[in-house]
């Protein structure tokens, strides 16, 4: 398992700060999200990180030590503009990736082989990528990012201009990752994608980070004491229950302070209201995402 | 395997296998052969055919020059006969069964005036003629009437046949017959190609032009594959940049990897459609030809620069073909190389007449430059060893500077899009990297 730290890193481009001293570590094992409007720098960041430009100054560690050519074959990556040779064979073209990462010839074989099993595609092993339909060109991308088993898989926007069945697809795959131990950095403007898969994020908004930490704390910080019940109307006072709002047919009920939400169910069960549904109020990932993008440019503006 | 080997074998095997390259490589000698064999033939049949077709010329002669009784043999003759023999008959007996041409199929008449000379020209029953005027012996001029021809058309027609007919008439019973003889056919030069141990060539004249065809035609070839198989170099980093597949690569290789490896793979390709056109045009022209004196030095030579100038080149249009954001724009960029490394033909005539001479020496010492001429000059000439190890170790030594200089641009231009940068922003890029 394999860990990333960046120290306060900088990258300007002329007289443009892409990133303004960005630092964060991604623990071994876990599935990092990186949020960011359009422009913000994430793919400055996900550039620098696989040494593909060098950050101005400030760190970036694999391992605890500076990115070799070596560690590159065990971090792979998917560009957020994709394609592959047009003109070349499914086989070829994943054999090529797998080999560029390390692998034997003969290994890269058996991996595409194993990979296209895998993705259900086995049969188009010998046709060329611009003979495949776009949802399958797009399999065989994350299948080319995937095939050398690698340590650390770093990929800008993945889910972007897939269709549901391929998204789903990518999501299984990157789960998978995650389950296998490896750490995954991901980019992405989808919310829900982050909140289903992400153990940790950051966020960047003009090239400052803006939002960093574990995926459950972000969501507690940014979320109301409310609990959102679904249940039979509220008759008379409950001296826990400090005020109560409609939300569609759910109660958002506001619990005094100091009261747990297990002790508002018992007085609520104790006075006999029939409870469907009894939940934390959290806050979407996407409105914090929105509240912290607009405040960082504000105080950028100021 | 090493990464850059990696590389160098997806772009040997994408180039060989693109259908451009595989009509290049086969298709375009047969082409060429097919083309200089129909050429051939048809020269051959036209020439021939000249050849027969009778021209009649008119002469007009009007202070009495010419013999009447060579005259009347003369005209209206028709046997065909050598040169010399002709003229030493005319001089020896006056056959004039023997008298019918000079130069070529020429038939000559003669007319008693210029208007009536003009009036057969008009009815083209002849092609022109020529006027001996009265005061040609103290002019020595004699006048040539003729119809505009075309721009390949021979202005002289029988011209020589005129020439010696008057010197045979001037000298006739004038001086002996071996004197009369030589001042009527000016002397024929005989010449021998001797070899380096002084024993004569016996290729002769052929084998001075083989020694040059090996050379001449690895340039040729060098230039033909340069243009060729750079271009799908540039073809091949204009795509992979349009389609991004250039950051995987470069999360996997270091610009300096992906840059020598496409170098390599392309050297690769080139030197497989040398030996294509090798063993399809120069071996069976080797055995049709058996005077074709094909040395290996030169071979070696002309091998060795071939490489090194592929290498220089490749790395250049690498580096600069990397700057464009398509490949339009990748060809406009590395232009100026393949330009570069042409200049030589320009200069063709100076570094074959003078193929030791400085300018040649300068040319073969600036590393663009170097490769064609060395192939001329060892086509041309016995160049001393030093001259070639020198040159070679330029083009060797600029080749680390170049690739060092390429690898820059390269690794600037695959992550660039946009607007193409201007040769300041470049300079100012390249200064600060």
């Keep these: 398992m394999s860990k990333i730290n960046l120290e306060n890193v900088w990258k300007r481009f002329d007289s443009k700060v892409a990133v303004a001293g960005v630092s964060f570590e991604i623990p071994p094992g876990k599935v990092f999200g990186l949020l960011g409007p359009n422009g913000a720098g994430k793919t400055t960041l996900i550039r620098m990180m696989m040494d593909i430009i060098k950050p101005d100054s400030g760190t970036i560690l694999f391992d605890g030590h500076v990115l070799t050519t070596k560690d590159k074959d065990r971090i792979t990556y998917l560009p957020e503009e994709r394609g592959l040779y047009r003109k070349e064979k499914v086989r070829d073209v994943l054999e090529y990736f797998g080999e560029l990462k390390g692998l034997s010839r003969q290994n890269s074989r058996a991996r595409t082989i194993e990979y296209l099993t895998k993705l259900d595609m086995i049969e188009v092993h010998q046709k060329k990528i611009e003979e495949l339909s776009k949802g399958n060109q797009q399999k065989i991308q994350i299948a080319a990012t995937l095939i050398s088993d690698p340590q650390v898989v770093i990929l800008d926007e993945p889910f972007t201009g897939l269709d549901p069945l391929n998204v789903r697809v990518t999501k299984s795959l990157l789960a998978e990752e995650g389950r296998k131990g490896k750490t995954v950095l991901f980019s992405t403007h989808q919310m829900n994608q982050v909140e289903e898969l992400c153990d940790e994020l950051l966020m960047i908004n003009l090239g400052k980070q803006v939002l960093y930490g574990r995926l459950e704390d972000i969501l507690q910080r940014y979320s109301e004491p409310a609990l959102l019940v679904e249940c039979s109307p509220l008759d008379g006072t409950i001296p826990e229950i400090e005020r109560v709002t409609m939300e569609g047919k759910l109660r958002k009920i506001y619990p005094k302070p100091g009261i747990a939400p297990h002790t508002v169910l018992k007085s609520m069960i104790d006075r006999g209201i029939q409870i469907e549904r009894f939940q934390k109020a959290s806050t979407p990932l996407e409105e914090i995402f929105i509240k912290v993008a607009q405040e960082s440019s504000r105080e950028a503006e100021q | 395997m090493n990464k850059t080997l990696i590389v160098a074998r997806r772009e040997y095997l994408s180039t060989v296998r693109r259908r451009g390259f595989v009509i290049a490589t086969i298709g375009m000698p047969l082409f060429f052969v ?305 330009m570069s490394s042409i200049i030589p033909v320009f200069f063709v005539h100076i570094l074959l007449s003078e193929p030791n001479g400085t300018f040649a020496r300068v040319l073969s010492y600036i590393p663009l430059t170097a490769p064609i001429t060395v192939m001329l000059r060892v086509g041309a000439t016995r160049v001393p060893w030093w001259d070639i190890t020198l040159s070679a170790v330029i083009i060797f030594a600029s080749l680390f500077v170049f690739v060092r200089l390429a690898a820059k641009l390269f690794r600037m231009g695959t992550l660039m899009y946009g607007k193409r940068p201007t040769l300041m922003e470049i300079i100012r890029w390249l200064r600060a990297s």
């Design chain 2, 34 to 338: 097919l083309l200089y064999g129909i050429i051939g033939i048809v020269t051959y049949f036209t020439v021939r055919q000249e050849q027969e077709k009778a021209e009649t010329v008119g002469i007009v002669d009007e202070g009495g020059l010419i013999k009447s009784d060579l005259l009347a043999k003369l005209a209206g003759s028709d046997v065909e006969n050598t040169m010399e023999e002709q003229v030493k008959t005319m001089l020896q007996n006056r056959g004039g069964q023997q008298l019918k041409k000079l130069a070529g199929r020429i038939q000559l008449k003669t007319f008693k005036s210029r208007e009536d000379a003009t009036a057969a020209l008009v009815m083209k029953q002849i092609r022109c003629y020529y006027i001996i005027p009265s005061d040609f012996l103290r002019t020595g001029v004699i006048r040539l009437e003729i119809k505009k021809g075309g721009l390949m058309s021979d202005n002289e027609p029988g011209w020589n046949s005129v020439r010696r007919l008057v010197v045979a008439s001037l000298v006739d019973g004038k001086l002996d017959e071996a004197l009369a003889l030589r001042v009527s056919i000016p002397p024929k030069l005989d010449s021998e190609i001797v070899s380096d141990t002084g024993q004569p060539d016996k290729g002769g004249k052929f084998s001075q032009i083989s020694g040059f065809a090996v050379p001449y035609a690895f340039m040729l070839f060098f230039m033909m594959a340069i243009m060729g198989s750079g271009g799908y170099l540039l073809q091949g980093v204009a795509e992979e940049k349009e389609n991004r597949v250039i950051e995987i690569l470069l999360s996997s290789v270091t610009t300096d990897q992906l840059l020598a490896g496409k170098v390599i793979g392309l050297c690769g390709a080139g030197l497989t459609q040398i030996a294509a056109w090798i063993s399809i045009i120069v071996a069976p022209a080797a055995l049709v030809f058996p005077f074709l004196d094909l040395r290996w030095s030169q071979l070696v030579v002309a091998v060795i620069f071939f490489l090194l100038g592929f290498l220089l080149f490749g790395t250049l249009m690498g580096g600069t073909g990397a700057l464009g954001n398509n490949l339009k724009e990748s060809q406009q960029s590395s232009i100026v190389w393949t």
